[in-house]
């Protein structure tokens, strides 16, 4: 197998509860696939299509084009690690269970397939619980701005602090004052809990985590952004559900 093969690294069918100040239903799914690099060329450069399946027939296409927060559906590049994801979110509802399956058709020819089993119980759970404490988690949201640019730190309280279920918290952060401006294709740092957890260093990555310092230094006078994403599990095929937390701003001294 050539360096540049497609693989897929993992996939993700799970349900969103998207809680972002946006006139989207708080209710949705997504579908994700992400992949290996494929050194000297671009992964969308190889890919012919790229299709996920579920029960009852259902289908949905993924668009080869770059994800923006109009389309919400497209590849997405993390130049720290040099690899693509694909991803589609679909504001029409969780997902029923059973069983779905995302197919890679490469120009080459070759077709890779991934399989998952959605289980609704711990999205019930976890959504409930947010629902009881969200008042109460949005109010812990802090950030300690006036700290050196290399040892800002953003805070919270977890579900856990409030006897509801265990989470894993995903941290991302990107320049801009508002929502529009948050950029997924240009953050700043993030804390890849799943990458984290596959490279065996840290099996308990993101759970029950109630803050972090930025990994990162930032740039003086400066707006940012930063979000927390709840999850179930800590590695993309085992998730059932992401809650998307709403987004806090801030400016650099």
Request: net charge negative; hydrophobic share 35%; with cysteine.
């Amino acid at each position: 197998m050539s360096a540049s093969a497609v693989r897929i690294y993992d996939i993700m069918a799970c349900d969103v509860y998207w809680d972002f100040d946006t006139p989207l239903p708080r209710e949705q799914h997504k579908f994700l696939v992400s992949f290996h690099p494929t050194p000297g060329t671009p992964t969308p450069e190889l890919i012919e299509r790229i299709t996920a399946r579920g029960p009852g027939g259902y289908e949905v296409t993924f668009a080869n084009e770059k994800f923006t927060g109009r389309n919400l559906n497209g590849w997405i590049y993390d130049g720290t690690l040099d690899y693509y994801w694909y991803m589609v979110n679909l504001a029409t509802g969780f997902l029923p269970e059973g069983e779905y399956t995302i197919e890679v058709v490469c120009k080459d020819g070759t077709v890779l397939t991934r399989s998952r089993v959605q289980d609704s119980a711990p999205s019930r759970d976890l959504v409930a619980a947010y629902r009881e404490h969200r008042e109460t988690l949005l109010a812990s949201f802090t950030t300690a701005a006036d700290a050196p640019l290399d040892q800002v730190r953003c805070g919270w309280r977890t579900l856990k602090d409030l006897a509801g279920p265990d989470t894993y918290a995903i941290f991302r952060l990107a320049e801009g004052s508002s929502v529009a401006e948050f950029d997924t294709q240009r953050l700043v740092w993030w804390d890849n809990i799943f990458i984290r957890r596959a490279r065996g260093t840290d099996p308990e990555a993101g759970l029950n985590r109630g803050g972090v310092t930025v990994g990162t230094g930032l740039k003086p006078a400066t707006d940012y952004g930063w979000f927390v994403e709840l999850t179930d599990a800590n590695a993309q095929g085992e998730t059932n559900i992401c809650v998307f937390q709403p987004h806090r701003f801030f400016r650099t001294p």
